[in-house]
């Protein structure tokens, strides 16, 4: 019954913005942190960033520092990524995650409790 629903995903040249929304449903969405993946062809899935349960936390990797930013809105039972100053090297399918531990397991690799089925984000030059 779980679902996350990634949408807002398309092409875009560099230095472009887009902003990817995830919708849940079959979970009580305050007590998940939430985040984002990608994977790029080749490639194995990587952290991008995530928010705790209550909004006041958000990590990032170091790629993408400074240039995402993550947001939940609870009474929407979404999470949002907004993305600007895209880069080729972003291209990748994006993952919603969700998972009742701590928002800093997801940041140290730890494997979501859910997924949603992706996203393509594609960067060109």
């Known amino acids: 019954q779980v679902q996350l629903v990634e949408s807002g995903g398309g092409l875009v040249q560099a230095g472009g913005s887009l902003r990817l929304s995830c919708a849940a449903s079959g979970l009580t969405f305050s007590r998940y942190a939430m985040g984002w993946f990608r994977q790029a062809p080749g490639k194995e899935r990587e952290f991008v960033a995530a928010?705790?349960?209550?909004?006041?936390?958000?990590y990032y990797s170091d790629s993408v520092k400074g240039r995402f930013t993550i947001s939940r809105v609870d009474a929407k039972n979404t999470v949002y990524l907004q993305m600007n100053s895209l880069k080729p090297d972003d291209t990748a399918v994006y993952y919603c995650?969700?998972?009742?531990?701590?928002?800093?397991?997801?940041?140290?690799?730890?494997?979501?409790?859910?997924w949603g089925q992706g996203t393509q984000v594609t960067v060109t030059s």
């Open positions: 928010i705790s349960w209550s909004g006041v936390s958000t």
């Open positions: 995650a969700a998972d009742t531990a701590p928002v800093t397991a997801q940041a140290r690799g730890a494997t979501p409790d859910y």
